[in-house]
């Protein structure tokens, strides 16, 4: 029953502003990619469009509280049409929330417990990234008191905790495996990664794994200029008026790193990133309840520029996959991770086809 491709593909026009054009277009099409953010401002009426009119849809925030809000909202109804709604397949989470599946695929025994660690490395013409990511980022801890309202409102079951605690690190430390100074990644992954461990654990009765997200800053300069940044861009946060500033002079306030015109093709050419999985568990007929994990693991997802090039990869993969192994998605359309989505399908196979490589650093060793 799929539709053939034509020799040409048509241009649809529409807005996000006018309901009329986003319905039109959703009835043409069984899947939707949504580029279009900060999706707080422009990510719902596609959403919604998309749900009413059978279409299933995928976009690539990073914005905990559009996904999560997207979920309150749509699930049931997405679940009643049979459609799917996919948030966060870019950079932000993909690598992360199938990374840590991935670690736990190739884990004999039973994984409790994760800590990934992002390197990004760049050529001679450093990093870029577009300040729409920068925007969402502002408006994103602004109004991280919403979020917590919206969690409470959701009434999320909690996630229990097998093994031994994961212990938090703190706000800036030095990492003996890298040799650099880390600090909490503050992407969408880590909540990202618990709403599918819980979905996981809720729905297929799996082992829920413990996370924490962590990203290389470099030595003791850098991460003291970072700090320094970081407690600045905080502050003006809170501000109405510090917000305006942030938004309008993102270079000036980024040191560069953000910029209105975004990445040239060769800081895209000069760019790649790693994550590193270091993960622990039990042994097999070992009970995770008592005692401590006596089993490690180290993978790694490795792969282009991640932004422009990476992100698009994951997105097109993701598509891909909820149109062909639609017999491994879940039973019931909804508003999903990509953990939850993902965990039985080919995803991971067809992105170590298309240069987001998952790969087995050390074996499990006890």
Not at 64 to 89: D, H, I, R, T, W
Not at 254 to 274: C, I, L, N, V, Y
Request: charged fraction near 20%.
């Amino acid at each position: 029953g799929k539709a053939t491709l034509g020799e040409e593909v048509g241009v649809l026009l529409c807005d996000v502003s006018d309901a009329g054009s986003l319905a039109t277009m959703a009835k043409q099409t069984r899947l939707v990619l949504n580029c279009v953010g900060p999706y707080r401002f422009f990510g719902e009426p596609v959403v919604e469009a998309c749900v009413e009119n059978g279409a299933s849809c995928i976009d690539i925030s990073g914005e905990p509280q559009f996904l999560e809000g997207m979920y309150l909202k749509y699930n049931e109804k997405a679940a009643e049409k049979g459609v799917y709604v996919v948030g966060s397949c870019g950079f932000d989470s993909i690598p992360a929330d199938m990374g840590v599946l991935y670690t736990r695929d190739k884990l004999k025994g039973t994984l409790t417990a994760v800590e990934s660690f992002l390197s990004v490395k760049s050529g001679p013409e450093g990093v870029c990234v577009h300040d729409g990511t920068w925007k969402s980022a502002v408006y994103g801890l602004a109004d991280e008191d919403n979020l917590r309202k919206l969690r409470k409102k959701i009434g999320y079951a909690p996630v229990p905790v097998v093994g031994a605690k994961l212990k938090r690190r703190g706000f800036l430390f030095y990492n003996q495996e890298f040799k650099e100074y880390c600090i909490p990644f503050m992407g969408s992954d880590a909540s990202v990664v618990k709403r599918t461990q819980r979905y996981l654990h809720t729905k297929l009765q799996e082992t829920p794994v413990q996370y924490g997200a962590y990203v290389n800053v470099g030595g003791l300069g850098s991460a003291i200029k970072l700090m320094f940044a970081g407690m600045l861009f905080l502050l003006l946060v809170k501000f109405n008026f510090g917000r305006k500033l942030l938004t309008k002079y993102p270079e000036f306030f980024s040191a560069g790193r953000f910029t209105k015109e975004g990445p040239t093709q060769k800081q895209m050419d000069g760019t790649s990133f790693t994550m590193t999985f270091f993960g622990e568990g039990y042994s097999e007929g070992q009970d995770p309840q008592s005692g401590k994990p006596n089993v490690k693991i180290c993978t790694e997802v490795k792969g282009p520029e991640p932004g422009y090039i990476a992100t698009p990869i994951a997105m097109v993969q993701a598509a891909v996959s909820l149109l062909e192994d639609t017999a491994s998605l879940p039973k019931q359309g909804g508003v999903y991770s990509p953990g939850a989505a993902f965990s039985k399908t080919k995803l991971i196979d067809r992105l170590n086809k298309r240069g987001v490589e998952f790969s087995v650093i050390s074996k499990p060793e006890v």
